[in-house]
């Protein structure tokens, strides 16, 4: 077995002591060990003087292993609990009588740093990323955290960086008092022993974290700051504990004594780590992790630097201003003048509000009109490395335009459609480059635009899609890749969810309401907030493509006309569902009452008025499920638990709970159907549970469609083996057939 640290110890009596866990030096109870052995063997010889503690290969360590949390552990005696914390970190490596520092470069997140806070000194690279991350997983910091990390660099910003989980590189750190000095890679070992050599000589201080107390202020100022972040807390998520139990732990340390709070923390993380809450944040983060899982792992993405957009459509124009300042050449083609004069006007308007927003600077918005090129011929398109290819819905006018691409692009270039209506195959059916084809959606429902729906055929090369998926992630969006389906991936969910609310405001449930149930639910935004955010242009036509293609499956919302007809557009009209001050603050609007009351009139269905938050949310939210599970029967997507990180990211679905999908499966499988079979009966064929839902209430395999097999096949040519089994059983699982 590989040993889990390495020690080196200098002619200068400094003890090097490596982590070496590959790839990330993650810890376990065995690297821990590895490591108190380790140190406890260096501080018994009498040649060391010092020690230093590092990572093995530029990676000091990336924290405890999350896949051990969640789920039940077995009882664990107070000795046995206080093992890490008390035994190892506070009187072994806090207490050594040796000066113990430690160097750090690449991640040191969680328990690893926890070690680092418990050293006497602590250097690092500038780019090194540090941060206590534990809440993103539901726990709490287990090994001092929460006592440490305080009094090293004050409450508010300690706050700040556990409640959010925020990361800090070296060089910030240093600025917080939490990194002693920074230096080079290739000096961290020599400037952290001489650190080391300094601490001995007296000429640099030895200093105990848990018992500083300089950073904590007055125990009234203390308790001030601490109040005020369990108001924002319980304001910003009401449904979760381990926020509050973190804010606790600090109080109890500053109030009594910090080594009592260590007991009190350890239980606490070891508590924590069996909620579900725990079980439901690890699988968000795996499931983020695997949307980007595709192709071969050894196809590095190649650079996009230079896109044209072709059409300047409604939503075009967002894009094209994102791509700008996200610092692209972008090339806008249309197809006359006057188009032509009107798309750079909008995207002049677009880049312009981002500015008043904030979200650039004059410099910022200055650079990004000089990288834009507005042009009616494909002239200058021989060294463009992707195209998106925004054109109205006509298939002629597609199939021309990828024609001529292909005539004048480079060969490398990747061609993007964003066309909801037409499969890639046909779009591209007059071309030799199928294998460079794709389809790109912005997700411009969400207003964040934090998701990136990639279009993937059964003729697409692995190296196209690894192109797209690395340009995905420079544009700091999640990618979420789905077959090719004519528009009917993650959209028809967010669709049928905000259909959902829409309906429930016609059979006379409140708008504002609505909007408060989906909140205290975990929602980050109510629907008809995201809708007043989106806009009721750009939610319309996406909806009416669905609407026209699946009547059946989607809702044709009374409410739309008749809000369109009062000119009540959403934020870009000051008034929506709400009203907008001139800071753009949400106001509820009693004249609402006069839209929706036209709406529900046209209703002649049963009128609902007095439902639960619950009944509410569960009217809304198991449709939606309804509709991801025909989106994953049907192959769309090639996992689940990509639709429960695109429920997350694009509706605001709360990660808490795992994912609409993860969410939804808790129930017992008859539950979800009942209501849904009941709904559907008394007001109408939208409710009807899917094939999938009806298959699993009756206990029985729901049928796995054609287009899932096909999406093994394809992923068969593009993965390793492993990688391929892995997805195939987890397809499976899917249908319950393991
Ligand atoms: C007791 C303590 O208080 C509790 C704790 O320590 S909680 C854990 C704290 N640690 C973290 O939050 C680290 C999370 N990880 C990261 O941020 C990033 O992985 C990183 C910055 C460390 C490295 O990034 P990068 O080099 O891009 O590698 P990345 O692709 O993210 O990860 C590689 C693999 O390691 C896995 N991984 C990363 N961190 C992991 C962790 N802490 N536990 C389990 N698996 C982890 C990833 O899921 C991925 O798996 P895959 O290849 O099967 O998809």
Redo the contacts with the bound molecule.
């Keep these: 077995m590989l040993a889990k640290t390495a020690v080196d110890v200098g002619s200068d009596g400094v003890a090097v002591v490596s982590i070496n866990n590959p ?2 030096n ?2 376990s109870l065995d690297v821990m060990i590895s490591i108190k052995e380790s140190i406890e063997g260096v501080l018994s010889r009498d040649d060391v003087k010092a020690i230093v503690i590092t990572g093995t290969n530029r ?1 000091f360590s ?6 051990v ?1 969640g789920g039940k552990q077995e009882k664990k005696t107070k000795e046995e609990l206080g093992f ?1 914390s008390i035994n190892f970190i506070t009187d072994t490596l806090e207490a050594a009588k040796k000066p113990i520092i430690a160097a750090i470069d ?2 040191a ?4 740093m ?1 070690i680092v806070l418990a050293c006497h000194a602590r250097i690092s690279t500038s780019s090194a ?1 540090l ?4 809440l ?2 539901g ?5 001092g ?1 929460t006592q440490r990390l305080p009094r090293l660099v004050g409450l508010p910003k300690a706050l700040e960086m556990m409640l959010m ?1 925020k ?1 800090v590189d070296g060089k910030e750190g240093q600025f917080l008092s939490l990194v002693d000095a920074i230096a080079p890679a290739d000096k961290l070992l020599e400037v952290a022993r001489r650190w080391a050599l300094d601490i001995v000589e007296h000429t640099k201080p030895w200093v105990i974290s848990l018992y500083k107390t300089d950073k904590l202020g007055t125990l009234e100022e203390a308790r001030a700051i601490l109040n005020s972040a369990r108001m924002e807390v319980r304001r910003r998520n009401p449904n979760v504990e381990h926020p509050l139990v973190c804010i606790d732990l600090i109080e109890r340390g500053i109030v009594s004594d910090p080594r009592d709070a260590l007991w009190t923390e350890t239980i606490a ?1 070891h508590e924590l780590r069996q909620s579900s809450t725990c079980k439901s944040l690890v699988h968000f ?2 499931a983020r ?2 949307t980007t ?1 595709i192709s071969k792992m050894n196809l590095l993405p190649r650079n996009i630097d230079k896109v044209a957009v072709i059409g300047g459509g409604l939503m075009s124009s967002e894009i094209v201003a994102l791509l700008l300042l996200k610092n692209y050449q972008v090339i806008l083609k249309e197809q006359n003048r006057e188009h032509l004069l009107e798309d750079l006007n909008k995207i002049r308007k677009n880049l312009y509000t981002h500015f008043k927003y904030g979200k650039t600077t004059q410099q910022g918005l200055e650079k990004a009109l000089t990288l834009l090129k507005g042009v009616l011929d494909y002239d200058s398109f021989e060294d463009v490395d992707l195209v998106i290819e925004a054109e109205c819905e006509t298939l002629s006018i597609k199939q021309d335009t990828f024609t001529d691409l292909e005539k004048h692009c480079p060969p490398n270039c990747i061609f993007a459609s964003s066309s909801s209506t037409f499969s890639l195959g046909l779009i591209g059916e007059r071309t030799k480059c199928q294998d460079r084809i794709v389809g790109i959606d912005f997700f411009c429902l969400s207003p964040a635009m934090p998701l990136m729906e990639i279009v993937r055929t059964e003729r697409v090369s692995s190296q196209a899609m690894a192109d797209v998926l690395g340009f995905a992630r420079k544009f700091r969006t999640t990618p979420i890749v789905v077959s090719d389906c004519n528009g009917q991936g993650v959209n028809s969910m967010v669709v049928t969810y905000l259909h959902a609310s829409m309906l429930l405001a016609e059979l006379g449930v409140d708008v504002y309401l609505i909007d408060q149930a989906l909140k205290s639910f975990g929602m980050d935004l109510g629907p008809f907030r995201m809708i007043d955010m989106v806009g009721l242009k750009v939610f319309t036509e996406i909806s009416r493509i669905l609407v026209d293609r699946l009547p059946d499956r989607f809702y044709k919302p009374k409410l739309i006309p008749i809000l369109q007809n009062a000119n009540r557009e959403g934020e870009t009209t000051c008034k929506g569902f709400y009203k907008y001050d001139e800071c753009g603050k949400a106001i509820l609007d009693p004249e609402l009452r006069k839209y929706t009351i036209k709406a529900t009139s046209a209703n002649s269905e049963e009128q609902l008025t007095k439902l639960s938050d619950t009944e509410i949310a569960e009217m809304i939210l198991f449709p939606a499920y309804n509709e991801a599970c025909r989106v994953i029967s049907e192959g769309v997507v090639m996992r689940p638990s990509d639709l429960d990180v695109a429920s997350a990211l694009a509706m605001g679905f709360p990660t808490y709970r795992g994912g609409i999908h993860y969410w939804a499966n808790k129930f017992e499988s008859g539950y979800v159907y009942s209501k849904l079979k009941n709904w559907s009966g008394a007001y109408g064929g939208f409710f009807e549970p899917c094939e999938y839902i009806t298959e699993r209430s009756r206990g029985s395999t729901p049928v796995v469609s054609i287009h899932t097999f096909k999406l093994i096949v394809i992923c068969m040519e593009q993965y390793t083996i492993g990688t391929f089994l892995q997805l195939s059983l987890s397809t499976l699982a899917l249908f319950g057939s393991v």
Excluded: M, N
């Design positions: 790839p990330l993650l810890l990676k990336g924290g405890f292993d999350v896949t949390f890490l690449g991640p997140l969680g328990g690893a926890e990323i941060g206590l991350t534990e993103q997983y726990v709490v910091p287990g090994l955290g989980s990361r993380f983060f795996f992790g695997q899982k």
